[in-house]
């Protein structure tokens, strides 16, 4: 399996933008599908953007598609989340995870995730 550290959070205004970064490390990190998920305080944790091993396929959620663009680099074996138009509604932690699909996946498809980074939006 591959470990993965995500960074780029911080606090910023409504209508600005962050880029996040999810470093991983192991084995075969292009062997794998990657997304990004985010858990807001009290609710579930969703689903929010995925990429394909390649980095040619992608999907997002209704809700950042859009704003959000999902990249990786597997020579860098990072991913990368640019959110841009952030809303305060896009507040929450963000977690990098690497799995096995990227259509639309649910987090029982991914196998291991990082620990999260907080992203705050204020109005």
């Known amino acids: 399996q591959v470990q993965l550290v995500e960074s780029g959070g911080g606090l910023v205004q409504a209508g600005g933008s962050l880029r996040l970064s999810c470093a991983a490390s192991g084995r075969a990190f292009s062997g794998y599908d990657m997304g990004w998920f985010r858990q807001a305080p009290g609710k579930e944790r969703d689903f929010v953007a995925a990429v394909s091993r390649s980095g040619g396929s992608t999907s997002y959620a209704n809700s950042v598609k859009g704003r959000f663009t999902i990249s990786r680099d597997n020579a860098k074996n990072t991913v990368y989340l640019q959110m841009n138009s952030l809303k305060p509604e896009d507040t929450a932690l963000y977690y990098c995870?690497?799995?096995?699909?990227?259509?639309?996946?649910?987090?029982?498809?991914?196998?291991?995730w990082g620990q999260g980074t907080q992203v705050t939006v204020s109005s």
């Open positions: 995870a690497a799995g096995r699909t990227w259509f639309l996946p649910s987090e029982t498809d991914f196998v291991s």
